[in-house]
């Protein structure tokens, strides 16, 4: 039995369902590209969505995995996290005969965009779905005649029982700026594994290392190409107040990890491209 694809709708919201030979499950909305669930073959949901969260094909949706594109968070003019993730994308491609299940979704400039980012581009998002493993790859190419930069992110919200209880390995000895530190001062991470306990919004760069997010009854890996970034974000009690998409306590059921080109913008000549992934791999 291959895998099976299946275009349907998720809170009257148009979705991909994906489902790979061995069992894995994969939900993705159109709007945004937005992988909105993700189910190994063997093990639980892996991914955070808010219960409050909203589908009304404008509002950016709280959980998963929103694109961030052509602005990661407030670093530049754009509206935080740029438009990638509150434009409709198109399904491209799809492939479901191997055993893994695959999919491409597909966005280039348009009014709104070029009314926000007067660029002509090509965004494409591909996510690759077997066993354990969730690939997700974005690539972005410049099909205008002039040079362009932007920064990005895979804002990949991990769904944890208690944030208290988790450990991230990997970022020991990594140089890192708060958000929202106006002097965007560089500190080095000198802990052995990072911990929770209280609102974390970091920029993580130089991380080329797997990271593993550890829990009491299971670990998860996180690995990257092509994203030089990681950005750490858990809002906890204060910020999410300000959230009204996220319920009261949610916080402590997510940590975002996220794959991140961030610190340096990337600049494509004409006809350019470049090229990231992010793959998270259930232990
Ligand atoms: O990635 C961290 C961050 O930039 C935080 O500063 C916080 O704003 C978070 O993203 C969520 O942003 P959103 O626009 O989805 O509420």
Redesign the pocket.
């Given at each position: 039995m291959g895998a099976h694809i299946e275009e349907t709708t998720f809170h009257g919201q148009p979705v991909l369902a994906l489902q790979s030979a061995d069992g894995a499950r994969a939900l993705v909305s159109l709007f945004g590209a937005q992988v909105l669930a993700w189910q190994p073959a063997r093990g639980d949901e892996a991914l955070y969505l808010s219960e409050e969260a909203l589908f009304d094909g404008r509002s950016?949706i709280?959980g998963g995995i929103?694109v961030?594109f052509p602005q990661?968070?407030?670093r530049g003019r754009l509206p935080?996290?740029g438009f990638a993730?509150t434009e409709p994308w198109a399904l491209r491609e799809t492939r479901g005969k191997e055993r893994y299940a695959m999919a491409v979704f597909g966005l280039c400039e348009n009014d709104q965009t070029l009314a926000l980012w007067p660029h002509a581009f090509e965004a494409e998002l591909t996510l690759a779905l077997e066993g354990q493993r969730l690939d997700v790859e974005f690539e972005v190419t410049n099909t205008g005649h002039a040079p362009f930069a932007f920064t990005a992110?895979l804002?990949t919200y991990l769904r944890v029982r208690e944030v208290e209880h988790v450990r991230v390995e990997g970022l020991s000895g990594l140089m890192y700026q708060e958000?929202?530190d106006r002097h965007r001062t560089t500190h080095r991470d000198g802990a052995d594994a990072l911990v929770v306990d209280g609102p974390l919004?970091r920029?993580y760069t130089g991380v080329t290392r797997p990271l593993l997010l550890q829990e009491p009854h299971r670990n998860l890996s996180i690995e990257t190409e092509g994203f030089p970034d990681a950005?750490?974000?858990n809002?906890w009690e204060e910020?999410s107040a300000a959230?009204p998409d996220l319920p009261a306590g949610g916080f402590r059921r997510f940590l975002?990890i996220?794959a991140?080109a961030a610190r340096q913008r990337i600049e494509l000549e004409a006809g350019q491209s470049w090229w990231g992934r992010q793959t998270l791999i259930a232990l």
């Open positions: 950016p709280r929103p961030c990661f968070s407030d935080r996290h993730r992110a804002h958000h929202g919004d920029l950005a750490i974000w809002p910020s959230l975002c996220e991140a």
